[in-house]
């Protein structure tokens, strides 16, 4: 049997969110394994909602906003990403790989770097294994 990961995907609904949905529109092929979640902005991704994703079973995280210096918000990025450096020390200190949380920037143009972003977070997933969390799947 071959683990299939399962990933959260936050996405800002100006940009990142946008870019997932060029790249159905352009049928572009990525992993089927992430799930989206659109959210208003990258600044807004509680670090309780990446752990509550962790906690529930999905063996990696991926938020994704605009890029530095282009957010909708004017500032949400750059706070998104403050929390994210922390977050994956936290979560490191409790014995989960920080590698299963993945901080990007995508504008609504790169369609193609979505799909790519998706796919490469699925191998990278892939080689740490399950989330030592997931509950008995």
């Known amino acids: 049997m071959s683990f299939e990961p399962k990933i959260a995907g936050f996405l800002c609904d100006c940009c990142a969110y946008v870019a997932a949905d060029r790249a159905g529109l352009f049928r572009m092929s990525y992993p089927p394994n992430i799930q989206i979640i659109r959210i208003m902005c990258s600044g807004r991704v509680d670090p309780a909602f990446v752990l509550y994703s962790l906690s529930k ?34 979560i490191e200190q409790m014995g989960i790989e920080p590698g299963r949380v993945r901080l990007e920037w995508i504008s609504a143009e790169e ?27």
């Open 57 to 90: 079973g999905f063996d990696g995280v991926l938020i994704a906003g605009c890029h530095l210096g282009k957010c909708h918000y004017e500032k949400g990025n750059f706070k998104a990403r403050r929390r994210i450096v922390l977050l994956k020390k936290l």
């Open 111 to 137: 369609g193609d770097k979505f799909a790519r972003v998706v796919e490469e977070m699925v191998d990278e997933i892939k080689k740490l294994g399950p989330n030592p969390l997931r509950e008995g799947e």
